[in-house]
């Protein structure tokens, strides 16, 4: 890995385009606000970065099967389409991710598996599931449903920040960065202090540039992931504390 001439993460620029995209709830109260359903555009940000979330929930939590699983989670995304959900958005529900979940349960007590499979899709592009497989590892039987939704929306929001910021830094022709944090999250599964030595033996780098490039692009990160989880609570509802629940002390 390559040293920076300069450091690139003083001007804290990566991660903050002004064209992040519009998610979560901003979808729904705009579209709402305008009288008709979210843009398919939106929508289908929302099931790329959402539906193993969904789908691992619905696995686990009412054992459906691979295929009926995919099926409650189109008809999901096909009822939103349509503000089927609005009503919950206009009573100011605090996280998204609680709205999904209820739709979701909801959806599974009151459906019919010919009259769903005949509406999926219903006037929807139908979002491309049907390569989706089962998660794995698979979930056990035991594994507790919210706990694993929880996880997933986690995993679902942190490949979401890394995209983000290694485009980023991309643009800024530093890839390298992008790189590191990555090697430190999911791939140097040691202690601390040797984990930065590991990564600095890895990379050409010192020990005290890999403490250096992580507290930095750390902080970017986490800039990155607080816009992402912003945009999925509402109200009162504490950011902080959403961050707290999902990620702990790790962002």
């Given at each position: 890995?390559?040293?920076a001439?300069?450091?690139?993460?003083?001007?804290?620029?990566a991660?903050r385009?002004?064209?992040?995209?519009?998610t979560?709830?901003?979808?729904?109260?705009?579209?709402?606000d305008?009288?008709?359903?979210?843009?398919?555009?939106?929508l289908?940000r929302?099931a790329?970065m959402?539906w193993r979330?969904?789908?691992?929930?619905l696995?686990a939590r009412?054992k459906?099967s691979?295929?009926?699983?995919?099926?409650?989670?189109q008809?999901?995304?096909v009822?939103l389409?349509q503000?089927e959900?609005?009503?919950?958005?206009?009573?100011?529900?605090?996280?998204?991710r609680t709205?999904?979940?209820t739709?979701?349960?909801n959806?599974?007590?009151n459906?019919?598996?010919?009259?769903?499979?005949r509406k999926?899709?219903?006037?929807?592009?139908p979002l491309?599931?049907?390569d989706?497989?089962?998660?794995e590892?698979l979930?056990?039987?035991?594994?507790?449903p919210d706990d694993?939704f929880r996880?997933?929306?986690r995993r679902?929001?942190?490949?979401r920040?890394?995209?983000?910021l290694e485009e980023?830094l991309k643009q800024?022709?530093?890839p390298h960065?992008?790189?590191?944090?990555?090697q430190?999250y999911?791939?140097?599964?040691?202690?601390?202090e040797a984990r930065y030595?590991e990564l600095?033996k890895?990379?050409g780098?010192?020990?005290g540039?890999v403490?250096?490039?992580?507290a930095?692009?750390?902080r970017r990160?986490?800039?990155?992931?607080?816009m992402?989880v912003?945009?999925?609570?509402?109200?009162s509802e504490?950011?902080?504390?959403e961050?707290?629940e999902l990620?702990?002390?790790?962002m």
């Amino acid at each position: 890995m390559a040293r920076a001439a300069n450091d690139p993460t003083d001007d804290g620029q990566a991660g903050r385009s002004s064209d992040f995209p519009s998610t979560h709830w901003s979808i729904l109260t705009r579209a709402r606000d305008f009288g008709s359903g979210p843009p398919q555009e939106a929508l289908g940000r929302l099931a790329e970065m959402y539906w193993r979330p969904m789908f691992s929930y619905l696995r686990a939590r009412w054992k459906l099967s691979d295929e009926d699983a995919k099926d409650v989670t189109q008809d999901f995304f096909v009822k939103l389409s349509q503000g089927e959900f609005f009503g919950s958005v206009r009573e100011g529900a605090g996280r998204f991710r609680t709205l999904v979940k209820t739709c979701l349960d909801n959806l599974v007590r009151n459906r019919h598996k010919s009259d769903t499979r005949r509406k999926r899709g219903g006037g929807m592009k139908p979002l491309s599931l049907d390569d989706a497989s089962v998660p794995e590892p698979l979930m056990p039987a035991s594994d507790d449903p919210d706990d694993l939704f929880r996880r997933e929306w986690r995993r679902a929001i942190l490949a979401r920040g890394f995209g983000i910021l290694e485009e980023a830094l991309k643009q800024e022709g530093l890839p390298h960065y992008a790189e590191l944090l990555r090697q430190y999250y999911f791939e140097v599964p040691s202690s601390e202090e040797a984990r930065y030595e590991e990564l600095a033996k890895r990379n050409g780098l010192t020990v005290g540039d890999v403490r250096n490039y992580l507290a930095r692009g750390r902080r970017r990160l986490r800039e990155t992931i607080l816009m992402i989880v912003r945009e999925s609570v509402t109200g009162s509802e504490s950011l902080e504390a959403e961050m707290m629940e999902l990620f702990g002390d790790v962002m």
